[in-house]
Nanobody, 117 residues
Framework: VQLVESGGGLVQPGGSLRLTCTASGFTFNVYIMSWFRQAPGKERELVAS????????SYADSMKGRFTISRDNAKKTVYLQMTSLTLDDTAVYYCKARRSWDSTEYWGQGTQGTVSS
């Protein structure tokens, strides 16, 4: 089982980043996928989630309207498009897979996103 995040990097305030999480080793299309983030000195927080079929999404209040989560089950990939980034969005971003009917879950290793001028 593996979740591999990519797409992090350094961006200026107001800029955008697109994160990608590619899965392998499990049946991707029965898992709810989520993005979390953890900023320095802070607890890990939920950013966004998407249902196994992709038809339902949810976001943390501070990300609504700026971030978009999507998935491609054929490619076993989930995306997080982030726009209008601020310094407060600097964090390590993790993807998580949770099987839709029980508590089985997997985490990726994270990708660093840094917003700085």
């Amino acid at each position: 089982v593996q979740l591999v995040e990519s797409g992090g990097g350094l961006v200026q305030p107001g800029g955008s980043l697109r994160l990608t999480c590619t899965a392998s080793g499990f049946t991707f299309n029965v898992y709810i996928m989520s993005w979390f983030r953890q900023a320095p000195g802070k607890e890990r927080e939920l950013v966004a989630s998407i249902s196994s079929g992709g038809g339902t999404t949810s976001y943390a209040d501070s990300m609504k309207g700026r971030f978009t989560i999507s998935r491609d089950n054929a490619k076993k990939t989930v995306y997080l498009q982030m726009t209008s980034l601020t310094l407060d969005d600097t964090a390590v971003y993790y993807c998580k897979a949770r099987r839709s009917w029980d508590s089985t879950e997997y985490w990726g290793q994270g990708t660093q996103g840094t917003v700085s001028s």
